[in-house]
Structure formats: structure tokens, C-alpha cells
């Protein structure tokens, strides 16, 4: 498998009662189509996939695979505590259409999570899995980070094909480019140095910005290929460092808040998490403001 371009981690929509609210993700969905991202990610961390019910992610699961377009490749977060846990889910991903599986590591009991542990895990759910498996590092949430010695370790395994690698440390990025195989897919979580993650051999990313401004990240992303230095510089000022800043600051309410502002439907997070009070939204606000109306969804 080939993971290339700009992939968002999509946003659960929930109707004003809490339930998940399958129209809305159509209806994001239809939007999302008219870009040129290269698929979607469901049940990521941006999805709130660990304050949902393994019954509502099938149903998003579902409705997602129906409603993308046949040329978007399609991105499923199986990843559980439990390896047994992880496997069913993964094998009921593969049996929706998805292509891929988002693997995050297990971290609860972080002291045991060994490098054999996690080696351990990890194979098993890609002997089990019908479909690939991209292992799934986000240390700001688990307090784990996959290092290259275990990428290269995992990588040694046929069907797992990549690395979603969200500290946006570059220097990580090019260990773990270093130490896996050429084809390998390694994914950076951070639109701020995506650049900088290409030229050390990133295949692409998985932000959660492009959920806000797809257009632009897919705009960065091309012209960071290309080479195209100022270009690239002008996007981030323009677009790209704006909108980071109120994913970093507001976190997922942000994001949703700044969602219903160009035209997506955000909504509310799910308790515990809390939605922006009235001073965040002047805040977020003023930053969508200044962003270039290019930079912005149409």
C-alpha cells in the first residue's frame, strides 16, 4: 500500500441529544469529496474515538465508507488496550471496505508496554489483520513513544505498512525513515513541519487541520513536493500556522468551533470534554479571520 498526500482524521458530529449523528458525517463528507485529499482517517484521536462506543464507531464506520468517494482511501482506528479486542475490531473494518488500519499502541499499563510487549501486540494484530496496519504514535495522549528501533522491528512484518507519527519531532521522522525499508509509509501528524517531514522521506500526513482548511494543507503539501520554498513558507503563514494554533490551544472543541465556521458541521465534543465558552470563540474567530479567504473551504 501507497499512502501518499494529505489525510484528515475526521471529527465525530453529534446531534443535540449526544447520539452520533450519521447525516452530518454525510454531509461533511460530501464536502470533503469536492478536495483533493487522498482519503479520510475515522476513529482517530480527532474522531473522540475513546469517548465512543465500539457500536457507534461500526455505524460512522458504515456511513463513512458509503458516503466517500470510491477514489478516497479509507483509513479505520481499530486500535484497543486489548490485542484481542484490536484484532475484532480491525477485522471488522476490513469487512466494511476500509483499507487500512490505525493501530494506536497500548499504553494503560505503560510500565509493562515493553518493546516486546508492543512488538508482541503488534504482530499479532497484523498476522490477524485482512487489511494493513499503520501503527499509531501519539505520546501526547498515551505518554508512549514509538522510537525507530521499535518502528524497524515492526516493520519487518509484511502487513505492517506504516506509521502515523504525531510528535512532530523531525528528527524522529528521519530515524524512522532511516531504519525502515523504502516503501515504508511513514505519516506525520503535524502540519507545522510537514515540509520539513517530506524532505526527510514522509510519505504524507494525517492532520487534524485539514478537517478546517483541507485545501490548504493539500496546497502545502504540493508545493513542498515541488520544492517550492516560498510557496510553502507563504501557506504556512497564511493558513497553516493560524489554524494549528487553535487546534493547539482549544483542542477538539476549537476544532469543531472553527469547523461550524467555514461551513463544515462541528458541533459539540462529547463530555467530559467541554465546548469553547464565548471568550474562545472571540478568540477563534479573530484567527479564522486571518486567514487568507483561499486558505478557507469555499
Known amino acids: 500500500m501507497k499512502l501518499r498526500g494529505i489525510f484528515p482524521p475526521l471529527t465525530t458530529p453529534f446531534s443535540d441529544n449526544?447520539?452520533?449523528d450519521l447525516k452530518r458525517l454525510r454531509k461533511n463528507l460530501e464536502r470533503y469529496?469536492?478536495?483533493k485529499l487522498s482519503g479520510y482517517v475515522m476513529n482517530g484521536s480527532t474522531g473522540e474515538s475513546?469517548?465512543?462506543?465500539?457500536d457507534e464507531v461500526e455505524k460512522l464506520w458504515a456511513t463513512a465508507r458509503e458516503a466517500a468517494d470510491s477514489d478516497k482511501v479509507m483509513v479505520a482506528g481499530t486500535g484497543s488496550e486489548s490485542t484481542a479486542e484490536t484484532?475484532?475490531?480491525?477485522?471488522r473494518a476490513a469487512a466494511l471496505g476500509f483499507q487500512a488500519a490505525l493501530v494506536r499502541t497500548p499504553s494503560y499499563y505503560k510500565p509493562f508496554m515493553t518493546?516486546?510487549?508492543?512488538?508482541?501486540?503488534?504482530f499479532r494484530v497484523a498476522d490477524a489483520s485482512p487489511i494493513p496496519v499503520l501503527?499509531?504514535?501519539v505520546p501526547i495522549f498515551t505518554n508512549y513513544t514509538v522510537e525507530a528501533p521499535l518502528v524497524a522491528k515492526l516493520a519487518t512484518h509484511p502487513n505492517i505498512v506504516g506509521i502515523k507519527e504525531s510528535s512532530g519531532n523531525v528528527q524522529r521522522m528521519k530515524d524512522i525513515v532511516t531504519a525502515t525499508p523504502k516503501g515504508f509509509n511513514a505519516m506525520t501528524g503535524s502540519a507545522l513541519t510537514l515540509s520539513?517531514?517530506?524532505d526527510a522521506g514522509a510519505a504524507g500526513a494525517i492532520l487534524a487541520i485539514a478537517c478546517v482548511v483541507p485545501d490548504a494543507c493539500v496546497d502545502l503539501y504540493e508545493a513542498s513536493r515541488r520544492g517550492e520554498t516560498e510557496r510553502v513558507e507563504q501557506i504556512k503563514k497564511q493558513a497553516i500556522a493560524p489554524a494549528a494554533a487553535l487546534v493547539t490551544k482549544f483542542g477538539i472543541a476549537g476544532l469543531k468551533w472553527a469547523m461550524d465556521r467555514v461551513g463544515y458541521y462541528g458541533g459539540a465534543p462529547r463530555a467530559p470534554l467541554l465546548p469553547v465558552n464565548e471568550s474562545a470563540k472571540v478568540e477563534l474567530d479573530a484567527i479564522l479571520a486571518s486567514l487568507r479567504p483561499t486558505a478557507v473551504v469555499s
Not at 484484532?87 to 477485522?91: A, D, L, P
Open 18 to 20: 449526544g447520539d452520533v
Open 33 to 35: 469529496n469536492q478536495t
Open 50 to 54: 475513546v469517548l465512543l462506543g465500539w
Open 87 to 91: 484484532i475484532r475490531n480491525t477485522k
Open 115 to 122: 518493546f516486546e510487549a508492543e512488538t508482541t501486540h503488534f
Open 135 to 137: 501503527i499509531y504514535s
Open 196 to 198: 520539513e517531514a517530506l
